[in-house]
């Protein structure tokens, strides 16, 4: 079980309950469920069952439980770097070829159930909850939030980095990319640009460049599906290794795509938080390759 304390002062005085939570972050479908809570946990005030429409005073302790049931999924015995973890969040390394959730395909050995695995091992539970999530075959930071407090306090507050190796010499040393997306057909895997689709943003910095190649920093302005590799395919520069978006094989056997940090607030603290991701050996080794001379 999560406990969240809060200290009242004195610019808080006369507020009611859910208008501080508010405040603090949390979500109306968090604010809820608290409220149906056995009087034990919930919302506790100076120790007692407390109402949402309860007023607070300066010197007040507020105090938020938040119980946690068991994991719904299977424990998976894979292990999975983790690259932060505090009460309320975890972040993991992925590695390519895990899904971040199950799916009608992937049932076993997800990122789910790798935390299912960690729940039950430390005596905690909550199912997961990614706050972002990647493609099967794309690594790095993956940030899920233990609580559904915490889930409403991240949500859309994650900073993202990619780095990504794409198939020849990208014209200019940063840009913008503005161009809608869409899904080629109902239900597909495969996302296209379209006038019809979403609107997606990505913004894009040259790194460096290689003979037939250019490693290059993306941020998301929108959070759309495979967009990167959706947008450099279209500019007719594919990522390495990405197959579905016309990318060759040659050097990388999977999409070259890496997040390789996140930035987030703290739920308990309200600190940014800045977690690095290490680059995985397939990329490593790609670039070791590019940079060796012939």
Not at 7 to 32: N, P, T, W
Not at 83 to 104: A, F, R, T, W
Request: glycine share 8%; with cysteine; proline share 7%.
């Amino acid at each position: 079980m999560r406990i969240l304390t809060y200290h009242i002062e004195a610019g808080d005085e006369g507020r009611k309950i859910e208008a501080f939570l508010r405040h603090q972050g949390f979500s109306s479908r968090a604010i809820v469920k608290l409220r149906h809570l056995p009087e034990d946990q919930g919302i506790l005030l100076n120790g007692s069952h407390a109402r949402t429409i309860d007023p607070l005073r300066a010197g007040d302790l507020l105090q938020i439980t938040q119980p946690q049931p068991p994991p719904r999924v299977r424990p998976s015995s894979l292990q999975v770097e983790v690259l932060y973890e505090d009460g309320d969040v975890i972040v993991y390394n992925k590695p390519s070829g895990m899904p971040c959730h199950q799916s009608g395909c992937h049932f076993e050995n997800t990122l789910a159930n790798v935390y299912a695995a960690r729940c039950l091992a430390a005596g905690e539970g909550g199912p997961f909850r990614p706050v972002n999530r990647i493609d099967k075959d794309t690594t790095g930071a993956v940030v899920a939030a233990k609580t559904q407090v915490a889930a409403g306090l991240l949500w859309k507050q994650v900073k993202k980095s990619y780095i990504a190796l794409v198939e020849g010499a990208l014209p200019q040393p940063a840009g913008l990319v503005d161009l809608p997306i869409m899904q080629e057909e109902p239900y597909g895997m495969r996302r296209i640009v379209d006038p019809d689709g979403q609107r997606a943003v990505t913004e894009y910095r040259v790194l460096e460049r290689f003979e037939g190649y250019t490693l290059a920093e993306f941020t998301l302005h929108t959070g759309r599906t495979h967009q990167i590799r959706v947008h450099m395919s279209y500019l007719g520069h594919p990522l390495a290794g990405d197959d579905l978006y016309g990318g060759g094989r040659g050097l990388m056997q999977r999409q070259a795509l890496h997040c390789q940090w996140v930035e987030f607030p703290c739920p308990e603290t309200r600190r940014t938080l800045h977690i690095d991701a290490p680059m995985p050996e397939d990329m490593k080794n790609a670039l070791k390759t590019l940079r060796s001379p012939t």
